[in-house]
């Protein structure tokens, strides 16, 4: 029996997959993960094969296609269909799923080490934002992103209890989800906002007065070097601030330019934090559980001043790390966090 021969597109893929995970040797069928790939070493493998293909490739398409088998043929495809809002992050066999929405990147790799690491038999399926793919426009409201996902989520869970994540600006947009499920009647046994806070211009005189003064002192070296239009943004907007690259040799701060972002991901951060400035969120009748970075940084110092008045009972824990490297650096101890409150919420349904 003659051999198929493969094709085109996996000849071209193989050596790529090769490279980038250290493998002599790759089956069509092996996944990416189970191969040792990574977020990071997706991000390495998706910039390669697009160069090779002429196309913008997000990185997040491992989810959907983590062979090469299956990512050949969908790159073989006229047109790439568009990303559902749901990814399944990781397989399980018990019900309710666990739903954990992006941040202002808008991507769920975000999560990979944390979701790796989280004990649970609970399947967790992750928010991808609209527009990740370059092809639909992003939303650029709360409420849209929240009505969107919720959209998805009614598919495959119609009824509560619903358990709910939240990272940065996805803890906003869970909060929004949450008190639409609230109010049509729904049960929501887990809300978890990971470090998330409104925008400073909807905290109050006193927050604001007390960031403000804490970023133009942890910034000024920084500030003193940018037009002050562009010093403004960089206070106001933590996605600027994120573009920052530490000086060089000479001292000088070298900032990488917004334009070095794909056009894509230009949109979509734009889009993001236009719906983070304009969404101001109403009361909560319900729990939210609270991770706190005990580094802080961008953001307020204190959730309990900040969420106390706009939840009905919230319970507020610190794990260490700075906002990022809770996610990065930290995963472990917030992913033990978070398999506590799974368990939690599924025993008290």
């Known amino acids: 029996m003659k051999t198929k021969p493969a094709s085109p597109m996996i000849e071209v893929l193989t050596p790529i997959w090769q490279r980038v995970l250290h493998c002599s040797s790759i089956h069509v069928e092996a996944n ?23 196309r913008e490739l997000p990185p997040v398409m491992i989810y959907q296609a983590p062979t090469l088998a299956a990512l050949a043929a969908l790159l073989e495809e006229p047109t790439i269909p568009p990303f559902p809002p749901l990814v399944l992050l990781k397989a399980g066999t018990q019900d309710p799923p666990v739903f954990i929405t992006h941040g202002l990147g808008g991507s769920v790799m975000d999560f990979f080490q944390v979701i790796r690491h989280v004990e649970s038999n609970h399947p967790i399926h992750g928010m991808q934002a609209k527009g990740i793919d370059g092809m639909d426009e992003p939303f650029d409201s709360i409420e849209g992103m929240a009505q969107n996902y919720l ?29 639409r499920l609230s109010e049509a009647g729904e049960k929501v046994a887990l809300l978890a906002m990971l470090d998330t806070y409104p925008h400073i211009n909807h905290l109050s005189l006193g927050q604001r007065t007390r960031l403000l003064a804490r970023l133009v002192g942890r910034h000024a070296s920084v500030m003193t070097q940018l037009p ?87 319970e507020v824990e610190t794990i260490p790390g700075d906002h990022l490297g809770i996610m990065t650096t930290h995963f472990e101890s917030l992913a033990r966090i978070l398999s506590r409150y799974v368990r939690e919420a599924v025993c008290h349904q």
């Open 228 to 314: 002050v239009r562009r010093a403004l943004s960089y206070i106001f907007r933590p996605s600027e601030r994120r573009l920052h690259i530490p000086g060089d040799s000479s001292g000088s701060a070298r900032y990488q330019s917004p334009n070095a972002l794909s056009p894509a991901m230009q949109r979509l951060r734009d889009s993001a934090y236009h719906a983070l400035a304009h969404y101001r969120p109403r009361f909560y009748r319900g729990k939210v559980k609270f991770v706190r970075a005990e580094i802080v940084t961008d953001f307020p110092d204190n959730p309990s001043a900040v969420w106390g008045k706009l939840v009905d009972d919230l």
């Open 32 to 54: 990416f993960f189970d191969l040792g790939g990574d977020s990071l070493l997706a991000l390495e493998l998706f910039n390669e094969i697009g160069q090779a293909c002429g």
């Open 151 to 179: 959209d998805a989520i009614m598919q495959l869970q119609p009824h509560g209890p619903y358990l709910l994540i939240g990272y940065s600006l996805g803890g906003l947009v869970t909060l929004e989800m949450a008190y």
